[in-house]
């Protein structure tokens, strides 16, 4: 990564804020700070970092608004921190569009490692050389470009998160392979001993809601199986 990896750290408690920017500048990240979710969005919005950490409940505007209001311009990988009990907010944070999510109190480098996964996965995306050949998945209504990270329906594009394109391109890159939800979150979200099954479920939805809206038969290839998981079904209509 030849220039510096910029971070946004969002929080109401200093103590929170201060403890994740020095762990993530130990590992030569550029870290700024936001105190309440309108800053943040100020600062998501006119800087293009490569990674938020952004709190669920804050004063004012929460994190889910934050995320949701950001993912109206931006496609910068988010991470929520949320409380132990706030079980529907990382729901509600996931369908706003996060990535991932931590539970508080968490160990710091327990963040690093998560972070470091998303931005790893981004710099694959973009480190493609030139004139190099095109790594592409192609259906009838559905076009995955991996060396883009684009996705195309019926010739329109689709706007995903990073999480959703994973998950998009983990399902269609082995079609009528049956996925449970423990493996997904095994291979897409590289969770082995910790992960909300929901999580799953919820990415799901919000992927079919985002096909739905460009091609409903692009949508109909994620096939639910049920009482085991999910598959890519190349012909369906």
């Not at 105190?35 to 293009?48: C, F, R, Y």
């Not at 938020?52 to 608004?65: A, K, Q, S, T």
């Not at 160990?107 to 998560?114: A, D, F, G, K, Q």
């Not at 996965?121 to 259906?139: H, I, N, Q, T």
């Amino acid at each position: 990564m030849s220039e510096q990896v910029s971070i946004l750290v969002v929080d109401d408690e200093e103590r929170i804020r201060r403890l994740l920017k020095m762990y993530l500048e130990r590992e030569g990240y550029e870290v700024e700070e936001a105190v309440d979710g309108d800053e943040a969005l100020e600062k998501a919005l006119a800087s293009d970092f490569d990674c938020l950490l952004l709190d669920i409940m804050m004063p004012g505007m929460d994190g889910v608004e934050v995320c949701t209001k950001l993912r109206e311009e931006k496609m910068t990988p988010v991470i929520m921190l949320t409380a132990k009990g706030e079980e529907a907010n990382r729901v509600q944070g996931f369908e706003a569009g996060a990535d991932d999510y931590i539970v508080k109190p968490f160990s710091p480098r327990e963040v690093v490692l998560r972070v470091k996964a998303i931005l790893r996965r981004s710099v694959a995306y973009a480190s493609v050389e030139p004139g190099a050949p095109k790594d592409l998945v192609v259906f009838p209504h559905l076009m995955i470009d991996h060396d883009a990270h684009r996705v195309t329906a019926e010739g329109k594009e689709v706007n995903l998160t990073p999480k959703e394109y994973e998950l998009l391109y983990f399902l269609a890159k082995t079609p009528d392979k049956v996925f449970d939800r423990e493996q997904l979150l095994k291979e897409v979200w590289h969770y082995e001993f910790f992960g909300d099954l929901r999580t799953v479920d919820t990415h799901v939805k919000r992927l079919r809601e985002k096909l739905t809206r460009v091609s409903p038969k692009a949508a109909k290839m994620i096939v639910t199986v049920w009482g085991v998981g999910y598959k890519f079904e190349a012909g369906n209509e």
